[in-house]
């Protein structure tokens, strides 16, 4: 089998290239998968010397074993800071199209962040801001189970053969979902909890379910509640917030 043979440059550099068809991946996509950085951090990391596999120092472009190889940064500080914010609606969470305005189109964070997840236009509420692409994976996969809350109204009502249905799980999308935590609040009013995230799936739940959602907020992330966060607003989330989390992820 043919393999490229690597440079001088590279050779010094511990740079290895395997044989075509095993599995290896470009640095900088690794770096972004496992949450060091973006591809564009990481190639600036590279080139300023801070990356190293197994030891030695990195060059840009090379393939490294996700599995096997061993990447580490050096002398690059890691400052992250985490944001509770309460997206209003009408707003699209990211990627703003034609007149729409996204998070960061309205709301001007005085660190560069991203969020966590998605909330649909027509729904508001809590979302986690940041710039530690580590916690983004591990939040969000379902296999991690982490809950988060919404409070929803309908437009009919809310009954025990309503909540049976939802409770239970549903097909939508040719998939069932998992069980849920369902609190009645009032005739037209609950509370659910969910432990996975997928598109519009609360809103699809209670089409399936025959109603229609007239309002639909989030108030939790795990431990992190929106509390009394105005429209737009954000705030830090304190020291024993972020701990929490952190360990919660593994991370700490």
Known sequence: MR???PNKKQVAAGYSVKPKGKTTVRINKHMADIGLSSRREADEMILAGKVYVNGTKAVPGMQIDPIMDKVELRGAK????????NKPMGLVTTGAQGDEED?????KFRTPVFPIGRLDKESHGLILMTNDRRITHRLLDPKFEHEKEYRVTLAKGVNQKFIDKLEHGMVIDRVRTMSTQITRESDKTFRIILKEG???QIRKMVEAAGDQVMDLIRLRIEHIK???LQDGAYRNLTKSEISTLLKKLNLK
């Open 3 to 5: 393999t490229q043979t």
């Open 78 to 85: 890691q400052s992250y800071v985490y944001y509770a914010y």
């Open 103 to 107: 998070i960061l189109d309205n709301t």
């Open 198 to 200: 997928r598109n519009r």
């Open 226 to 228: 929106i509390g009394d």
